[in-house]
Each structure stands twice: as structure tokens, then as C-alpha cells.
């Protein structure tokens, strides 16, 4: 499906689609006279994930609310970098061969460096927030759900459950009786130091 | 729980908690009033498979379409919707 708007001068292109995706295309749609810069990223398939051979990678959206959180990552960009005109974000649902592409982002500005920038910033946005689930299969062996790791790091403060462990896991008991055995230490070292 | 009405809601499941439950789509009978840690824990309760991933990965609710901590208060309306969120791979 793909959701096209414009306000104004500006273009936000949002797409989430079983067909391949063409980067030619969805850069054509945010190509301005006015910009000279038009930065283009695309996620492909690569066939291979800590020594195992990956045969295809399958993708699975929450749809609505992949859109939802598309638009509003395009939003923020344009906040960030007032200067971007266009934004195209596009990702490919279902069976994603090897060397084929599951993302792409294209942001045209009149000038390089926010077009370069908020490229960047779409692809690490999505990583966190977008509602898209990858599975790995693999040549050998049953496929696997991935998980981002842009994701655990913000999702361990939404689990009240994970935050305790990663509290518990950061200072475990041994490591707090060494730091307090450092700490008496230096203390005493210091007073029997006094001349 | 006096003063809590129960509603329907629309239960989305996606990944890897649509095949341990074998559910995408349903609906379920909540309080109005609750917890996200609360409505999780009792969709585990109606699809335990669901246990293994809840306890291994961090595994959140989205309600109406937006991701919520666990543990935040949130009042539904009949019709409104929950989904499983296990942690997402996109891109």
C-alpha cells in the first residue's frame, strides 16, 4: 500500500508492500528541481548470519500501525532537518530473496548533508520503532526470529520486568561487595597515608 | 472488581506470538480499566504458549496502535485494540 502526501512543497511517500521494491522508482517520487541532493538507502538481503547460510529472510507488519509510526519517523526527520523536501520510506513484507532489497529510504534536500543525515536517521529510526518482525531461514536448521538491537536497547525501560533485570544484571551481588571492598579500601589506604 | 466493567477488545497477534498461540486475529473480554503487565498477563493466560516468549524476550502491548510500557494504566473501550508486540526486526 502506498500512502503518498503533500503539504505544501513537501513529499512524504510510505510504502509497505508485498512486491519488490524499485529504489528507482521511490527516488523518482522525492526528485525536486529545487533539490540537488537526493540520499538513498537500501536493506538487502544477505546470505549469511553468524556463519550460517541464509536462504531468504520473510517479513511480517502490523500494517496500520507500521505506516503509522513510517509518517510520523518521516515527521521527526523534517524536524531535524528542515531543509528535506521529500522522504520516501518503503518496506517489503513477505519473502525477501538474497541480494533483494526489504528497505529503502530516499530524502532529497537542496543541499547533501541533510539528505545524507536524515538517511541515516529514517533507517535507525525504523529499526526501533517500526512494527516489522524479520525471520531468518536458514539452509540448515529451523528459522529464527530476529530482534533488533536498536529495539532491546529502548525496549528494556518499556518492560518493567526486563528493566529489573538489566538492573540487577548491570550491578550483581559480587560486583556491589567488590565495589565496596574498593571503596573501604581506598578509605583506609588514605588514612594510614595521612603523615 | 466493582466499578471495572468488562468490554470487548480486538487481540493482534504478530511473529513469533502468532505461531506459538497459532492465533493472528481475535477478540477477548478485559477490564476497562487495568495494566498493560495485567492485559498481557492474561492473554498468557489464554494462550500459555505464549509463556516461553514473554519470559525469554521483551514482549510489550500496543494498545490502539501505539507501543505502551509495561505496567502503564489504560482505560479501553468496547471494540478498541491490543496487539502482542514481541521486539520488532524491521529493516
Given at each position: 500500500?502506498?500512502v ?100 529503502v ?5 537542496p ?23 524479520k ?9 529464527s ?41 581506598h ?9 | ?5 468488562e468490554i470487548t ?12 498461540s ?70
Amino acid at each position: 500500500m502506498a500512502v503518498q502526501n503533500e503539504s505544501g512543497n513537501l513529499v512524504t511517500v510510505v510504502v509497505l508492500s508485498n512486491e519488490p521494491l524499485s529504489l528507482e522508482a521511490l527516488a523518482a517520487k522525492v526528485t525536486f528541481p529545487s533539490c540537488g541532493a537526493v540520499a538513498t538507502f537500501s536493506g538487502t538481503t544477505r546470505d549469511n548470519f553468524e556463519g550460517k547460510a541464509v536462504v531468504e529472510l520473510a517479513y511480517e507488519a502490523y500494517d496500520e500501525m507500521a505506516e503509522q509510526e513510517m509518517r510520523a519517523i518521516a515527521a521527526r526527520a523534517r524536524a531535524k532537518w528542515p531543509g528535506v523536501k521529500g522522504v520516501a520510506m518503503a518496506h517489503r513484507k513477505g519473502v525477501v530473496p538474497v541480494c533483494q532489497a526489504s528497505v529503502v529510504i530516499c530524502v532529497s534536500s537542496p543541499h547533501r548533508q541533510a539528505a545524507l543525515e536524515a538517511v541515516g536517521f529514517c533507517i535507525d529510526e525504523l529499526k526501533e520503532r517500526v512494527p516489522i518482525w524479520k525471520k531468518e531461514v536458514y539452509a540448515d536448521g529451523p528459522p529464527s526470529w530476529k530482534q533488533n538491537a536498536e529495539y532491546l536497547r529502548a525496549a528494556a525501560p518499556r518492560c518493567s520486568r526486563w528493566r529489573s533485570l538489566a538492573a540487577s544484571a548491570a550491578t550483581p551481588p559480587a560486583a556491589v561487595a567488590a565495589i565496596i571492598a574498593v571503596v573501604l579500601a581506598h578509605a583506609l589506604f588514605r588514612r594510614n597515608a595521612r603523615p | 472488581m466493582s466499578g471495572t466493567k468488562e468490554i470487548t477488545v480486538r487481540l493482534l497477534m504478530f511473529a513469533a506470538a502468532r505461531e506459538l498461540s497459532g492465533v493472528s486475529e481475535t477478540t477477548m473480554k478485559v477490564p476497562s480499566s487495568c495494566d498493560t503487565e495485567a492485559l498481557l498477563a492474561m492473554v498468557v493466560k489464554q494462550y500459555p504458549k505464549l509463556s516461553s516468549l514473554v519470559e525469554q524476550l521483551p514482549t510489550v502491548l500496543a494498545v490502539n496502535k501505539n507501543m505502551m510500557p509495561l505496567g502503564e494504566k489504560v482505560v479501553l473501550k468496547e471494540g478498541d485494540e491490543i496487539a502482542v508486540i514481541p521486539p520488532i526486526s524491521g529493516g
